[in-house]
T-cell receptor
Framework: NAGVTQTPKFQVLKTGQSMTLQCAQD?????MYWYRQDPGMGLRLIYY???????DKGEVPNGYNVSRLNKREFSLRLESAAPSQTSVYFC?????????????FGEGSRLTVL | AQSVTQPDIHITVSEGASLELRCNYS??????LFWYVQSPGQGLQLLLK??????LVQGIKGFEAEFKRSQSSFNLRKPSVHWSDAAEYFC???????????FGQGTTLQVKP
């Protein structure tokens, strides 16, 4: 069972470069999420998609864009990377718009912006 | 505003010893509370959750948590820790405003042989 798959697992960027983090889930979940994890900050929600065709901002959306390509895939794009975006990024999915609170996470993507 | 606080950033226990990880929440109504575990290099996995009913909740891997409304706490416990329990643990509350999880800062558990 693949669950939630994120690519790439590691990436190093220079300031100003762009990149897209890819996420796919094979559990037929409606909702998908992008979080960032920073030391001492826990996980903070960047964007989420309650269902196919919809996206909404979370706590820390600035500097990011997302696309819910279809029910399976939810990508996160950094148009012009900044050192403050150095972080570990997690994609997650859930069945019922997150109301049960049970999220299924990918293994993370570690991004370093120089 | 709803929030979750984990007072302990880092805890070290000996293998076989008991464990209690603290979690305090700020929430007006009855909260939906969760504990997640993150093993090194992995994503988060749900350990247990509390919605209502019995205030002592059993989870996977031998963990349990007790909801105490009077103390606004939802502490995680395990009677005997194994070396494989070394990980980061996150408490979370489901926000009634957004329907999204609000995570605490996390507690890193180190297990001594």
């Amino acid at each position: 069972n693949a669950g939630v798959t994120q690519t790439p697992k590691f990436q190093v960027l220079k300031t100003g470069q762009s990149m897209t983090l890819q996420c796919a889930q094979d559990m037929n979940h409606n909702s998908m999420y992008w979080y960032r994890q920073d030391p001492g900050m826990g996980l903070r929600l960047i964007y989420y998609s309650a269902s196919e065709g919809t996206t909404d901002k979370g706590e820390v959306p600035n500097g990011y864009n997302v696309s819910r390509l279809n029910k399976r895939e939810f990508s996160l794009r950094l148009e012009s990377a900044a050192p403050s975006q150095t972080s570990v990024y997690f994609c997650a999915s859930s069945e019922n718009r997150g109301r049960t609170g049970e999220l299924f996470f990918g293994e993370g993507s570690r991004l370093t912006v120089l | 505003a709803q929030s979750v606080t984990q007072p302990d950033i880092h805890i070290t226990v000996s293998e076989g010893a008991s464990l209690e990880l603290r979690c305090n929440y700020s929430y007006g109504a009855t909260p939906y509370l969760f504990w997640y575990v993150q093993s090194p290099g992995q994503g988060l996995q749900l350990l247990l959750k509390y919605f209502s009913g019995d205030t002592l909740v059993q989870g996977i891997k031998g963990f349990e948590a007790e909801f105490k409304r009077s103390q606004s706490s939802f502490n995680l416990r395990k009677p005997s820790v194994h070396w494989s329990d070394a990980a980061e643990y996150f408490c979370a509350v489901l926000s009634s405003n957004t329907g999204k999880l609000i995570f605490g800062q996390g507690t890193t558990l180190q297990v001594k042989p």
